[in-house]
Structure formats: C-alpha cells, structure tokens
C-alpha cells in the first residue's frame, strides 16, 4: 500500500484589520495572512481540506478587501504542480464554509463534499452577522441535491455527505469538531508513517500567538465554544503528539513547504 502524502497547496493571501484576527488584542492595522488548502493523497482516496478563496468572486463582490492570488494559486494551478487535476479529488472536506476556506470547490466537480450537519444549515440560513462569511453561494442549493446522475461531467453540482460529531474519514484521518468560529466547524488531523501527526486546526486558531495567548477571532458563532476549542486543540495535541498547523499564520507558513514538496 503506498504511504500517505499531505501536500500544502498554496492559495494567496487576503489582508484583514489586526483587531479581526485577534478579537478585542489587535494590535489594528493591516496584517496579511496566507490562505492554504490540505490534499491528503491517500490509499482510500484524495481528499482535499479546504480550497481557499475565488479571487473573481473577491474582485467582484467584496472589493474592499485586499487579495493576492496568482493563477497558480488555485486548486488547478496548485494540483498541477503535482500532475493532478481538479477531477482527480474524490473528497473535499471543508473546516467550515466561510469565503477563504471554499472559493475553489466548485473546480473539484467529481468530489463527494463531506461537511458537519450544523455548517450546512449555518450556510443555508445564515445569521445576519455571518451573511458576508458565507456569502459564497457557489455551493447554494445543494443541500437537497442527491441525484446528479445526469450533470455534466464539468458542471459543479455538490454531493454532500453530511455528519456531525468526530469523524474517522479513512485510516488516519480525523475530523475533530472545534465549534465556535462557527457552528459546525471542524479540525482535522492526518497520521503519518514517518512523522509526528498533522493537526489541522481551521479557523478555530488562526495563528500559534492565538493559541498562546488565548485569543479568539473577531468573527465567531459562540464565544464559549470558541475558547473550548481552543483548549480542545491544545488537548488534541498533547495527547497525539501532533504538530500544529494553524490557517492563517504569516510566520509558521513561511517556514512550511507548500507543494510540490509532501510530507508522509
Ligand atoms: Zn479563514
């Protein structure tokens, strides 16, 4: 069986004010931060965490936020540097559906999407607050749409495959609810052979000084649960060994290798 590779893929950066990333902190000011996918290249499947942000939807619909996003630096361009194609993912996995986390899923028109219960319904009926996250609708109307029998292979239409609670997803890949950002978000953790595991953290933890200094994004569903999923993080990682590889972290992604290079 041939051994599990994660891949970085490298997605571009947005710009938001400091006092959006560390709520109630800052300090204000610009402050740039990458955007990035997982491909879990897997024996069970390829499985895509994450597709970051459509930079057209962006220039189009909320053009007072900064972008940086090369052609590269999207689900094509990013397979390709590995030799893969869009319709060669079987499975996207999204930690929540917030524009940065699912502007590329619509280029993966073979995947069945696996998504928390609670996230959907989050996206389908959105709180007026949270109507700007979710304001991606390329996944809207899919929450009834069994039957795609008859798409077009190029037509995205998504499959979901809803669930709720953690979740093993295939043989060392986890999903671990870490609510609070928003209602149905999730963690995810890879176990590797030749390495200590991956732990994913989403959007529930921004960057390491969030995790250190106990410090939440302006954005969130629930306070509460927004703490307790970071000690849930903390506690993951404790107990697997894991390394943490948190979504928006200027200075842990420069020291990361995006694809083409793998770790396994
Ligand atoms: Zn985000």
């Not at 007072?64 to 397979?79: C, E, K, N, W, Y």
């Not at 997803?169 to 991956?198: C, N, Q, W």
């Not at 200094?213 to 970071?230: G, M, P, R, T």
């Amino acid at each position: 069986m041939t051994k599990t590779k994660v891949y970085l893929l490298d997605f571009g950066s947005l710009v938001m004010d400091g006092y959006m990333m560390f709520w109630g902190r800052g300090p204000g000011g610009p402050f740039r931060f990458p955007t990035y996918g997982v491909l879990i290249d897997h024996a069970e499947g390829r499985f895509l965490f994450d597709t970051g942000y459509d930079g057209g939807f962006f220039a189009k619909n909320l053009p007072f936020v900064t972008i940086d996003q090369s052609a590269r630096q999207t689900v094509p361009g990013q397979l390709d540097l590995i030799g893969l194609r869009p319709r060669d993912i079987t499975h996207v996995l999204n930690s929540h559906y917030h524009v940065d986390h699912v502007g590329g899923n619509h280029h993966c028109t073979h995947a069945t999407t696996i998504c928390h219960k609670c996230e959907l319904e989050a996206y389908d009926d959105p709180e007026p607050w949270e109507a700007m996250g979710y304001s991606d609708r390329s996944l809207s109307g899919a929450s009834g749409a069994d039957d795609v029998s008859d798409r077009a292979d190029d037509i995205y239409t998504p499959r979901f495959e809803l669930i709720s609670g953690d979740a093993r997803i295939a043989k060392g890949v986890t999903l671990f609810e870490t609510p609070g950002h928003t209602p149905g978000h999730y963690s995810l953790m890879v176990e590797l052979a030749d390495r200590r595991p991956m732990l994913f953290t989403g959007d529930a933890c921004y960057t390491q000084r969030s995790l250190e200094e106990n410090i939440i994004a302006n954005s969130h569903s629930d306070v509460k649960q927004s703490f307790a999923s970071l000690e849930r993080l903390r506690q993951l990682a404790e107990q697997h060994d894991a390394e943490l590889f948190y979504s928006h972290d200027p200075a842990r992604w420069a020291e990361w290798k995006p694809a083409p290079y793998h770790y396994s």
